[in-house]
């Protein structure tokens, strides 16, 4: 079942001499549950793709889609609602608020609602990522490796349509790296959560169902692995 569109999505940077295209003429069809590896050079246009994706950012021209709401019709303040109830965003400096509780950062976009969370399912989420005694403590007393585990617990704890991962690694060593990829890979299996991951590794990449590779902001390739 069809999640995601991007119907001829291109993003230009500067005008004149100055201009840059990032992206040029995307066309993506990403279905429900699907797990995705993008993976590019550096400047091919990954990273641009998935701020679009996330309403970070607007294309330049093109229509993005998910679950049937068009991402271009919606102004700041929806699409800022809509980031935060259906898109969970991971990237690799973690995004935590330094001065609250775990607990507090995990719990964030439902409180933004006015919303009580699921205990049993913030209970599921966060023991299944290891982090079920750090609730109290602060981001700044918990390792690398377990800051990224509170912030994909944040993206998971709303039940989001799509998970967009930015180099969710990019900082944390190799047996964290696996750690946190393995997650991911639960949350997809286990919750049916569709994933979207950017990354420029390789070893990571090939864990995913799907590898898609940008090159000078075009989709190079495509290819189904399971």
Do not use: W
């Amino acid at each position: 079942m069809e999640l995601l569109q991007c119907e001829k999505v291109s993003k230009v940077y500067g005008s004149g001499s100055s201009q840059v295209t990032a992206l040029d003429g995307i066309d993506l069809t990403v279905n429900r549950g699907e797990f995705v590896a993008i993976v590019g050079a550096s400047g091919s246009g990954k990273s641009t793709l998935l701020h679009i994706l996330g309403t970070v950012e607007q294309p330049t021209e093109g229509r993005v889609t998910i679950e049937g709401t068009d991402l271009s019709a919606l102004n700041a303040a929806q699409a800022a609602v809509f980031r935060r109830r259906k898109v969970g965003l991971i990237y690799q400096s973690y995004n935590l608020i330094p001065t609250m509780t775990v607990e507090r950062n995990i719990c964030m976009p439902l409180l933004l609602d006015r919303k009580k969370p699921d205990r049993e399912r913030l209970e599921r989420i966060v023991t299944s990522l290891g982090i079920q005694d750090k609730l109290g403590a602060l981001p700044g007393q918990l390792s690398g490796g377990q800051q990224q585990r509170a912030a994909i617990a944040r993206s998971l704890l709303y039940c989001p349509a799509l998970l967009l991962a930015d180099e969710p690694t990019g900082n944390l060593d190799r047996k964290n790296s696996r750690e946190i990829v393995d997650m991911l890979k639960l949350s997809n299996r286990n919750y049916g959560q569709t994933i979207l991951l950017v990354t420029h590794d390789e070893k990571i990449a090939l864990e995913a169902d799907r590898i898609i590779t940008i090159a000078d902001g075009r989709i190079a390739a495509d290819e189904k692995r399971r």
